[in-house]
């Protein structure tokens, strides 16, 4: 597996994982010792960046869907028990996501022709 396919299939996991921790009963999600809003940064601006390098070139369509995506975890948490909605976190999440994509659009841009990469053409 190519290095390229690794991140994109990092990006997944990383999504996946918001969405699993994100809808668990309050009971069964993992506490850190970190602040929530920095669990909340740490993440989404991780799944940014492996979705900016996953999938570069495409930089304003990956921070609207990522963007989107924070907001539809929010809605969803609504019909989780024990769970609730914050604009807050709302915030937090895309702004977090859309960071690590910008990140992600620099590294790119700085680093990207030094390494051959599949879809440079695209």
């Given amino acids: 597996m ?5 991140v994109q299939l990092l990006a997944w996991l990383c999504l ?4 699993a ?7 069964l999600r993992p506490v850190t010792i970190l602040p929530h809003n920095l669990e909340h940064v740490a993440i989404f601006a991780l799944t940014g960046c492996a979705v900016g390098l996953g999938y570069p070139g495409h930089a304003l369509r990956n921070m609207l869907c ?3 995506f924070a907001g539809a975890i929010e809605l969803a948490q ?3 028990p024990g769970r609730h909605a914050r604009w807050i976190d709302f915030f937090v999440d895309a702004a977090a996501a859309c960071a690590g994509v910008v ?6 841009r ?13």
């Fill in 110 to 122: 700085v680093f990207g022709r030094a390494v051959p990469h599949e879809t440079a053409a695209r």
């Fill in 16 to 19: 996946v994982a918001i969405v």
């Fill in 21 to 27: 921790l994100s809808l668990v009963k309050p009971s």
């Fill in 2 to 6: 190519s290095p390229h396919r690794l």
């Fill in 66 to 68: 990522l963007t989107l």
């Fill in 103 to 108: 990140l992600a659009w620099l590294a790119w």
């Fill in 78 to 80: 609504l019909y989780v």
